[in-house]
C-alpha cells in the first residue's frame, strides 16, 4: 500500500490500547489519521482462529492465542530464564531468528529475570489483558511530596479524574462508585460508573465475611468489587441506558488468555470504531524503525518503515510515512527502543532523548503470588478471573520505608501459580488415584484451591531497556535488551506480603501450599531477601521508558506527553508513568491518551 | 481385541463414569471414538493386546483388579494413567519415543470431564448465563 500522496494530520505508530483511543479522538475532531502497525491486520474472524490455538495450546499462557510472528516477535512467558553471566540469553543473538520461539525474544540481562509480556498484533496487548481498571489514588501522583520517595508526576488526580470518566466510559467499566473513593479518590459529583460492578463469586463472598473489618498495613479492610472493562449490568447515564453493542460476560473464565465473546473490552473495539469514521487508514504488517528528524528545526519529517506479507517472509517493502504531528504508541518497550534506535548525527543518544531518561526507570508490578486450600469448598475455576480485591492496603505512612500492594482475589484456583487442574489432576493420577475415588478427590479438593496475588509497586531507577547491539529480529531490527531489577524498597513490600499473607489464611482458616511458601531460590524470578527467598511474577504492567515530568532534565515528555525535545511528537503509554502506584495501570494510560489528544489538538 | 467395546469398558472403571456416560447412544461429539483413536495410533499392539488381555481376564473385583493387575503394572500402568488423562483434560501425554504431550482437540479440550467435576467449565468454554458465579454449582452425583 502506498500512502505518499495522501496528507495526514497524525501518524501514529502502533495500533494497540492507547494509540487506537488518540485515533478515534482525533478522526472525530475531523483530522486525517495514518495508523502504522507492525503486526498482522485486525479481521473479523481473528477472534475463531485464536480461540482455536488457545484449546489446542498445552501450555494456555497469555501467548498462546497469538502465534508468534518473527517479523513483528514478542516476548514470552515461556522464555524466562534464569540469568547468570553466561546465560544463553547472551548467545542468542547470534542465533538464527527461527530460535526466537525457543530462546526468547528478550536479550534478558539481569539481574533479575523480566516477566512481563506484550504483543505485538493489531489491538496489542488488550488482547490478554485480564480487564482491571482501577484508578491511581491522589497519593500515587505525589510520591516524593508525601513519602520522600521516587518522584512527583507533573499531574494530579483531579487534572485526571475527567479523563477517568472519559476511559470508563470508552472501555464500558463496570463499579462501584461508592466502594471505589478510598484513599481520597473522588469522582465527580453524580457520576456512576457506564456498568454496574459484577457479582462476587463465593470465595469472594467468604474473604469478605472473614476479613471485612480488621486492620491490615493501617487500614481497615473491605474487600470490594474490582473494576473491570468487561460487560455487566448497565446503568442509565444521562438518561440513556448505557450500552455498547457487546455481551454480557459468562464466566468464561479465560479473560487472559482470550475472552471467547469480547465481553471484556479490548482495543480493537476502538480501532473498528475509529476506521469506520473514514478519517483513518492503516498499514499493517508495517514496522516503523526510523524516526526521521529535520536536525535545525528538531521537527520530525517522518518515519521510515519495513513492511514484510508472512511471519516469517523477507522485506517486502520499505518507505517514509508522513503527517503534521507523530505519535508513537508502540508499548513502553517497543516505543523506548524506537527511539533509541533513531539515532542521528544531532542526536547521538537517540530522538527525545536530551535528558537521558529514554529506556531507563523500567518498571513493572511484580505480583508475589500466594495460595493454598480453603477449609470448604469456594468453587474456583468460575466466573471472571478476578472479580474482588482488596485496596485498602494500598496507602499509608509505610510506603516510605516500602512498597505498597494491593491483593487481588483470583477466581482460577492453582491455575496460574501451579498450572491446575492439569498439574493437581497428574498428581493424583500418579498416585493411582482412579475410578470414583478420583473423582470423589477432585469434588472435594480441587474445589477448595485458590489464590491471592499482591501487585508490588516500583520506583524508578531499577531497570532499564536498551536496543541490543548484536541480536536482531528477521527484518534486521534490534531485539530489546532487558536491564531488570528489584530495590530494597520493593523486596520490602514482598516482606509484608509474606506477613499479610499469614494474616489473612490465618483468618481464612486455609493451608498454605508448600509451593506457596517455601519458593525454589532457583526459579527465574526468585530473590533473596534478609535471608527469605522470595518469587516474583512479572503482571505485564510495564512503565516508566519514557516518562513525562516537570522539567526536560529529568523526563521525556511534558505533561500533554509531548517531547521535550520535538515539538510534533508525542509519545503515549504506559511508559510516562514517572512512578507506578498500584493501580493496574491501562485505565491511566488511557486517560493520559485522552489528555494528550485534547493537547494534540489544539496545535492542529 | 483392541475394540471400543473394550476401550470403553475399561475407560469406565479408570473414569469412574458409567460406560454410557463416557459413549452415549447419541454420541454427536464423537469423543469416544476420537479417544479410542489416539489410543491406538500411539500405542504399540502388543501393549495393547496385553492391556485388553489383563483386563477381560480380572476375576473378582473389579476395581482392586486393574488397581493391582493394571495400574500397578510397569507397563500397563503408565498407559491406564495416559487413559485417566485422555478423558479428563483431552490431552495425549507422549510415551513412546518420539511422541509429544499434546491436546488431542477443541472439542476433546471442551469435553475433559475434570471441569465438570469442579463444578466448573472448561477454561474459555463456559455455558453458564451471567452471574453464574455468585452461587455454589450443582455439583455432578458420584454414585
Ligand atoms: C497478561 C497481562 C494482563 C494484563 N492485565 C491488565 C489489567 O487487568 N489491567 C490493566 O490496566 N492492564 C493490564 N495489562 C497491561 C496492558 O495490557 C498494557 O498496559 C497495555 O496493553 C499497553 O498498551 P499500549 O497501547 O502501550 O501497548 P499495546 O497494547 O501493546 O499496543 C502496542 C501496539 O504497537 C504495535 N507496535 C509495536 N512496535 C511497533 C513498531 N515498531 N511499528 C509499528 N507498530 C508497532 C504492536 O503491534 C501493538 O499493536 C496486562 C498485560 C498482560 C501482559
Ligand atoms: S469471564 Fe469470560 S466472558 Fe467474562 S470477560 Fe472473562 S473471558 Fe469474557
Known sequence: MSNSTKKYDVVIVGAGFAGNVMALELAKAGKKVLMVEGGDPFKSDNREVFMQNFFLAMAKTPESPYPQNYNSPRPSVLDIQNITPNSPQGQNGTNPVKDIATNGYFIEKGPMAFGSTYERVAGGTSWHWLGTCL?????????????GVGVDWPISYDDLSAYYNKAEFEIGVSADVEEQNIHGVTFTPGYKYPMQSLPPTVLDKKFSEKLNGITLDGSIVKVTGTPAGRNSTSNKID??????????????????PICPIQAKYDATVTLAKALNTGNVDIMYQTVAYNILIDETTK??????????????????????????????????????????????????????????QVG????????????????????PFRGPLS????????????????????????????????????????????????????????????????????????????????????????????????HYDLSDYTKAGFEAAVEATNTIFGLLGAKESIESSNPPASRPGSFTYNNKTYFSNGAGHVMGTHRMGATPQDSVTDANMKTWDHDNLYLVGCGTFPTTGTANPSLTMMALAYKATEALLKTL | MNTIENFINLSAVLTGYEAIELKPKN??????????????????????????????????????????????????????????????TGI????????????????????????????????????????????????????
Not at chain 1, 313 to 341: C, D, F, Q, R, W
Not at chain 1, 389 to 402: A, H, N, Y
Open chain 1, 135 to 147: 484508578r491511581l489514588l491522589p497519593s500515587d501522583f505525589r510520591m516524593k511530596t508525601e513519602f
Open chain 1, 239 to 256: 438518561g440513556k441506558i448505557y450500552n455498547n453493542g457487546r455481551r454480557l460476560c459468562q464466566g468464561n473464565t479465560n479473560c487472559t
Open chain 1, 299 to 356: 521537527k520530525v519529517t517522518g518515519i521510515a518503515y519495513k513492511q514484510y506479507e508472512t511471519k516469517l517472509g523477507p522485506v517486502t517493502g520499505e518507505g517514509v510515512v508522513t503527517a503534521t504531528s507523530y505519535i508513537i504508541a508502540a508499548h513502553a518497550v517497543e516505543t523506548a527502543k524506537l527511539l533509541l534506535m533513531s539515532k542521528n548525527k544531532t542526536m547521538p543518544n537517540g530522538i527525545a532523548n536530551s535528558s537521558g
Open chain 1, 360 to 379: 531507563k526507570n523500567l518498571m513493572d508490578h511484580p505480583v508475589k503470588l500466594s495460595w493454598g486450600l480453603m477449609p470448604e469448598s469456594t468453587y
Open chain 1, 387 to 482: 472479580t474482588s480485591g482488596i485496596e485498602t492496603t494500598r496507602d499509608g505512612e509505610f510506603r516510605k520505608k516500602r512498597a505498597a500492594y494491593r491483593i487481588e482475589i483470583g477466581n482460577e484456583g492453582w491455575n496460574w501459580t501451579m498450572g491446575a487442574p492439569y498439574s493437581t489432576l497428574t498428581d493424583l493420577v500418579n498416585k493411582n488415584t482412579f475410578g470414583k475415588a478420583l473423582r470423589q478427590e477432585i469434588a472435594s479438593n480441587f474445589t477448595r484451591q485458590f489464590r491471592i496475588g499482591f501487585l508490588v509497586e516500583q520506583l524508578p531507577g531499577d531497570g532499564y531497556i536498551v536496543p541490543s547491539a548484536i541480536a536482531t529480529d528477521n527484518l534486521g531490527l534490534p531485539r530489546p535488551e532487558v
Open chain 2, 27 to 88: 454420541d454427536t461429539q464423537q469423543v469416544a471414538q476420537k479417544y479410542f483413536d489416539t489410543l491406538t495410533k500411539n500405542t504399540p499392539v502388543d501393549v495393547l493386546n496385553d492391556l485388553y488381555n489383563t483386563f477381560l481376564n480380572i476375576k473378582g473385583d473389579i476395581t482392586d483388579g486393574v488397581l493391582k493387575q493394571i495400574l500397578q503394572d510397569a507397563t500397563l500402568g503408565q498407559l491406564a494413567r495416559n487413559i485417566i488423562q485422555m478423558w479428563y
Open chain 2, 92 to 143: 495425549w501425554y507422549g510415551l513412546y519415543p518420539g511422541q509429544m504431550d499434546y491436546v488431542i482437540s477443541s472439542t476433546a479440550y471442551t469435553n475433559g470431564l475434570v471441569w465438570k467435576e469442579m463444578g466448573a467449565h472448561p477454561m474459555g468454554f463456559s455455558e453458564g448465563n451471567f452471574g453464574y458465579w455468585a452461587d455454589a454449582p450443582q455439583m455432578p452425583v458420584i454414585k
